[in-house]
């Protein structure tokens, strides 16, 4: 790693935690609860889903547990994965980002990411993507730290 991927790397890590921290914390109550709209467990599923179109753009994709209209938060699954399958999910993910890292260069990062360049019509960077993936990771921690302070519970933050 470098001086420009050590810090992106430090603060994936430290999102990262703190969402893992987000279905270990989470009682069965809350799980299958809505929040901001959506399930608990559905708000960090959607987060983990998207840590693979960053790091791979468009490369060989992972099984999913859902199809990705369950991911993007544009339809509601009714079938409530437990919290090990949701855990799995995101270790998959970190693995796939831990790899991505790990032979990153600076000259990555000034890349295009023809992903969501496409998505957003206009030119995108891979660190851009990045920043968008940490700071997108953040808001959902604030989601389920709100939740569980709500009920009472002890927040992640």
């Not at 209209?69 to 799995?88: C, F, G, I, N, Y």
């Not at 990411?113 to 960077?125: A, Y």
């Not at 959902?140 to 992640?156: F, N, S, Y």
Request: proline letters at 5%; a negative charge; hydrophobic letters at 40%.
């Amino acid at each position: 790693m470098n001086a420009i991927t050590t810090p992106i790397k430090t603060q994936f890590d430290r999102v990262y935690d703190l969402l893992e921290n987000a279905i270990e914390s989470c009682p069965d109550s809350l799980w299958t609860e809505k929040i901001g709209g959506f399930f608990y467990w559905q708000q960090l599923y959607h987060v983990f889903a998207i840590i693979e179109p960053i790091f791979l753009d468009g490369k060989e994709p992972l099984p999913s547990l859902f199809p990705p209209e369950v991911a993007a938060l544009s339809r509601h699954e009714q079938q409530t994965p437990d919290k090990a399958a949701v855990l799995k999910v995101a270790r998959e993910q970190k693995a796939i980002a831990d790899a991505w890292f790990a032979k990153a260069t600076e000259e990555d990062l000034w890349k295009k990411h023809e992903g969501r360049s496409k998505r957003w019509g206009r030119e995108v960077n891979v660190l851009e993507a990045l920043m968008l993936l940490v700071g997108h990771g953040y808001y959902h921690v604030g989601v389920c730290d709100v939740a569980l302070r709500d009920r009472g519970l002890k927040g992640m933050m």
